[in-house]
Nanobody, 122 residues
Framework: QVQLVESGGGLVQAGGSLRLSCAAS????????MGWFRQAPGKEREFVAA????????YYADSVKGRFTISRDNAKNMVYLQMNSLKPEDTAVYYC???????????????WGQGTQVTVSS
């Protein structure tokens, strides 16, 4: 079992940057693929990025490729999402998720954080 707590959301102007953090509990953190998802009002939850257990492989949605970077520190049980060149369309609640296999589908992930709001003003 793993518990996840996100932090780092906030209000930022377009073109700005934010760094989201996700703290995970549990002794087997490195066994989990970690993902970031987001959900805007009235829209379905969508994949943003994922990282393998070792951190050696990363995956991104086309909409964020080149602007967002996912990383993890297994010694600290942390995963991060560095978001640069933010756009108003990036506004959403961002969720950290964990699963033992890689997927871009939210339904495949067993463990979720409570979410953190990111608002990008134009």
């Amino acid at each position: 079992q793993v518990q996840l707590v996100e932090s780092g959301g906030g209000l930022v102007q377009a073109g700005g940057s934010l760094r989201l953090s996700c703290a995970a509990s549990g002794r087997t953190f490195s066994f989990y693929v970690m993902g970031w998802f987001r959900q805007a009002p009235g829209k379905e939850r969508e994949f943003v990025a994922a990282i393998s257990g070792s951190g050696g492989s990363t995956y991104y949605a086309d909409s964020v490729k080149g602007r967002f970077t996912i990383s993890r520190d297994n010694a600290k049980n942390m995963v991060y999402l560095q978001m640069n060149s933010l756009k108003p369309e990036d506004t959403a609640v961002y969720y950290c998720a964990a699963d033992q296999s890689l997927s871009r589908r939210p339904s495949q992930y067993d463990h979720w954080g409570q979410g953190t709001q990111v608002t990008v003003s134009s």
